[in-house]
């Protein structure tokens, strides 16, 4: 859903006074006129139209997350969820039921002029294809990697088939010395390329976050050997374009935690996973939580400081990952 003109459904609540354009008629002794509504253009208006619409959806008893304050949720007596993700004037609505989303969009329409631009298929550079069969959404960056990569690869580099080298240890001590090598990386576009990357890694590609994060700490005094680290996840790239982050229906995660349950498939290494703090198998009207930490011992050759890798699964869906 979208809103129309957002900005302009909020009330400015500070006292702003605005010229007329010229030739505009005025009354008698009046020069400017005081602003009622947020214009665009404004700085205070996206926080006065965010006030105003979270003050509507509390009006809808939706609750605000702690941790994310442009998340809302909902849950009614019989059962019903919904779910709302605010981007400024977009609006993400996920339900239980067909009936709860259109109740929550009606309730929209009538107080703000919408857009309803139907399932959601592109959101934030992403591309999201829903499987009503096997209740699957899939949810990739397919068009902004494949960009990226026509970028910043060279044309004749080959795929390859990890983001970085494990024998490889990026320092400082690879960084330019001579003003030639100095001289050498003025036209190389490090830090437009890391923070590609960066973007890649946060969004839909775990896969990457080590390597990105690894080459992202070079961004001061980057060289040819950095450089070279970073075409390499760029081939990878360029082979997993349509990598992305696959989200189940609760029998599809059932499935996938039961396989992380076994100490024999993960060899000396047992997964163990709690439910209400006792030790269980998932259920299948329970979507239950899983997660991977490591570490390695002072593994940087500047600091000697460790790094430190997570990511957790919510069902078989990677919802929070991290390397740092």
């Given at each position: 859903?979208?809103?129309e003109?957002?900005?302009?459904n909020?009330?400015?609540?500070?006292?702003?006074?605005?010229?007329?354009?010229e030739?505009?008629?005025?009354?008698?002794n009046?020069?400017?006129?005081?602003?009622?509504?947020?214009?665009?253009?404004?700085k205070q208006?996206?926080?006065?139209?965010?006030n105003n619409?979270?003050?509507?959806?509390?009006?809808l008893?939706?609750?605000?997350?702690?941790?994310?304050?442009c998340?809302?949720?909902?849950q009614?007596?019989?059962?019903?969820?919904c779910?709302?993700?605010?981007?400024?004037?977009?609006?993400?609505?996920?339900?239980?039921?067909i009936?709860?989303?259109?109740?929550?969009?009606?309730?929209?329409?009538?107080?703000?002029?919408?857009?309803?631009?139907?399932?959601?298929?592109?959101?934030?550079?992403?591309?999201?294809?829903?499987?009503?069969?096997?209740?699957?959404?899939?949810l990739?960056q397919?068009?902004?990697?494949?960009?990226?990569v026509?970028?910043?690869?060279?044309?004749?580099?080959?795929?390859?088939?990890?983001?970085?080298?494990?024998?490889?240890?990026?320092s400082?001590?690879?960084?330019?010395?001579?003003?030639?090598?100095?001289g050498?990386m003025?036209g190389i576009?490090?830090?437009?390329?890391?923070?590609?990357?960066?973007?890649?890694?946060?969004?839909?590609?775990?896969?990457?976050?080590?390597?990105?994060?690894?080459?992202?700490?070079?961004?001061?005094?980057?060289?040819?050997?950095?450089?070279?680290?970073?075409?390499?996840?760029?081939?990878?790239?360029?082979?997993?374009?349509?990598?992305?982050l696959?989200f189940?229906?609760i029998?599809?995660?059932?499935?996938?935690?039961?396989?992380?349950?076994?100490?024999?498939?993960?060899?000396?290494?047992?997964?163990?996973y709690?439910?209400?703090?006792?030790?269980?198998?998932?259920d299948?009207?329970?979507?239950?939580?899983?997660?991977?930490?490591?570490?390695n011992?002072?593994?940087?050759?500047?600091n000697?400081?460790?790094?430190?890798?997570?990511?957790?699964?919510?069902?078989?869906?990677?919802i929070?990952?991290?390397s740092?």
């Amino acid at each position: 859903m979208d809103v129309e003109t957002a900005f302009l459904n909020a009330d400015v609540t500070e006292e702003i006074y605005i010229r007329p354009p010229e030739g505009f008629p005025l009354a008698n002794n009046a020069n400017c006129f005081r602003l009622r509504k947020a214009l665009y253009g404004l700085k205070q208006s996206p926080r006065e139209w965010y006030n105003n619409i979270n003050a509507f959806l509390h009006e809808l008893h939706f609750k605000r997350l702690v941790s994310e304050h442009c998340l809302y949720f909902r849950q009614d007596e019989d059962g019903g969820i919904c779910i709302i993700s605010l981007y400024v004037d977009d609006l993400v609505i996920a339900g239980s039921s067909i009936e709860l989303i259109n109740e929550i969009k009606r309730n929209l329409s009538e107080r703000y002029k919408m857009k309803d631009l139907g399932v959601v298929n592109h959101i934030l550079g992403c591309e999201a294809s829903h499987n009503e069969e096997t209740g699957t959404t899939y949810l990739s960056q397919y068009q902004y990697t494949k960009a990226a990569v026509e970028k910043y690869l060279p044309a004749d580099m080959t795929e390859i088939n990890s983001p970085c080298d494990p024998n490889i240890n990026l320092s400082r001590l690879q960084s330019p010395q001579s003003l030639e090598e100095k001289g050498e990386m003025e036209g190389i576009p490090y830090r437009q390329a890391v923070g590609t990357l960066l973007w890649l890694s946060l969004g839909t590609r775990p896969d990457i976050c080590y390597a990105v994060s690894q080459v992202a700490k070079f961004n001061d005094c980057y060289g040819m050997e950095h450089w070279r680290a970073v075409l390499r996840i760029f081939r990878y790239l360029k082979g997993t374009p349509k990598l992305g982050l696959k989200f189940s229906s609760i029998d599809s995660s059932s499935s996938f935690i039961k396989r992380f349950n076994s100490a024999t498939f993960l060899k000396d290494l047992e997964c163990v996973y709690y439910k209400q703090g006792h030790r269980a198998l998932s259920d299948k009207d329970v979507l239950e939580s899983l997660g991977f930490v490591d570490s390695n011992l002072a593994r940087d050759l500047d600091n000697r400081k460790s790094i430190t890798g997570f990511i957790f699964f919510l069902g078989c869906c990677a919802i929070s990952w991290q390397s740092k």
